[in-house]
């Protein structure tokens, strides 16, 4: 039986990430069968999101206003601005509440046989907010992947001759991680980045 509305609800739950075909069957199935408790209002949050969400022009985040509430910040320490590749990346440092500085969202990184290169990230706007007199320090929060490590060196070749600090997140052994259960990557990227206790 084909319903073509039930069907198009389907094949858009399919392409949210981690649903496939069957998942997004079964989750339209439980959404029909709750129409007023979850469907509704599941639908009204995401009408509401789409009108009201917006992209900051000064860091790339993602808010209702523009500027974010995060730039607007006053409180937040202006010296300091954290590179990173995509919005959920800064949600992760915000949940750690252990960065008080400023955010700048590249949107991806760079990758030839994607066919991302500097013009479709926003590299040139994180030149120009490097220029700025009061920036101290850019910290490089990119992924520890190769396109990650691409994009950030790529980056701080860039951004030298800035007259900025230019930092990287460090690498090597997770808190709570056991040596025999690593990686060989990451051992060795930890045993570069030691340091002295």
């Known amino acids: 039986m084909s319903i073509p509305e039930i069907e198009r609800l389907v094949d858009l739950l399919a392409k949210l990430p981690g649903l496939g075909p069957r998942s997004a069957r079964r989750t339209a199935l439980y959404l029909i069968k709750r129409p007023g408790q979850i469907m509704q209002p599941l639908a009204d949050a995401l009408g509401g999101a789409a009108a009201a969400i917006c992209t900051c022009s000064a860091c790339g985040n993602i808010d209702s206003v523009d500027p974010c509430r995060i730039c607007e910040d006053m409180g937040r320490d202006r010296g300091v601005i954290c590179v990173i590749e995509d919005v959920a990346d800064l949600w992760a440092l915000e ?21 991302v290169g500097p013009d479709d990230l926003r590299i040139g706007a994180l030149v120009d907010r490097a220029r700025d007199p009061g920036l101290q320090e850019v910290i490089l929060a990119t992924n520890a992947t190769v396109a990650g490590q691409t994009t950030a060196h790529y980056i701080s070749e860039r951004l030298d001759g800035c007259g900025v600090k230019i930092s990287r997140l460090a690498h090597g052994v997770p808190v709570g991680g056991e040596l025999d259960y690593l990686d060989d990557g990451t051992l060795t990227a930890a045993l570069k980045s030691r340091r002295e206790v």
């Open 95 to 115: 949940r750690t509440a252990s960065f008080g500085g400023l955010y700048h969202v590249l949107g991806g990184t760079l990758s030839a046989l994607d066919g």
